[in-house]
C-alpha cells in the first residue's frame, strides 16, 4: 500500500475529520498514476445533487484530460447541464432510448420480482400486484444516457 494511502487512512480514520473533495481526488490520481490502466464507472450521474454535479462533471474531465491511462464511463438519464457539458466538452455519447430497452428491463424486473415473491421478501396480498410493480418500475426506467 502506497505511504500517501496510508496516511490518508489514518489522517481521515473514523470520520473525525472529513476529507474535502479535491483531498479524494489527489489522492485518486496518484493511486492512478500506479497503475497501467483504470476503469472509472460513474453510474446514474443524473441522481447527484444538482449543486454536486459541477464538481463531478469537473472532476470527470480533468481525469480524461490528465490521466489517458484512465477509461471513464458514465450512465445518466438524458439532464440537459449534464448534455450540454460533454458536448461542450466535446466527449463522445451514445443514447439508450426506453423503447430499445423495455423488453429487457421488464424480463428483468418480472424475473427479480417473482424470485423475491418465491423466498418471501416480497409479500403481496393480491397477486395482481406483481404486475402493477413490475409497469411500474419498467415504467420509471425511462432510458439513459451513456457517456465514456
Known amino acids: 500500500m502506497p505511504q500517501y494511502l496510508l496516511n490518508f487512512y489514518h489522517t ?17 490520481f496518484c493511486l492512478v498514476k500506479s497503475f497501467d490502466q483504470v476503469f472509472l464507472v460513474i453510474d446514474a ?11 463531478i462533471m ?15 464511463f458514465i450512465t445518466s438519464r438524458r439532464e440537459t ?10 466527449t463522445p455519447t451514445i443514447q439508450i432510448e426506453a423503447r430499445n430497452v423495455t ?18 421478501k416480497l409479500r403481496l396480498k393480491k397477486p395482481s400486484l406483481k404486475e402493477n410493480i413490475v409497469e411500474t418500475l419498467v415504467t420509471g426506467a425511462e432510458g439513459m444516457y451513456v457517456f465514456w
Open 12 to 28: 481521515y480514520d473514523r470520520n473525525v475529520r472529513i476529507p474535502s473533495f479535491d483531498v479524494y481526488k489527489e489522492n485518486f
Open 45 to 55: 450521474l443524473d441522481e447527484c445533487k444538482q449543486d454536486e454535479r459541477d464538481k
Open 103 to 120: 423488453k429487457d428491463i421488464k424480463a428483468y424486473v418480472t424475473d427479480r420480482v417473482e424470485y423475491l415473491v418465491k423466498i418471501k
Open 58 to 72: 469537473n472532476f470527470i474531465f480533468d481525469t480524461t484530460d490528465n490521466l489517458p491511462r484512465a477509461k471513464v
Open 81 to 90: 447541464d449534464i448534455a450540454s457539458d460533454f458536448a461542450r466538452h466535446k
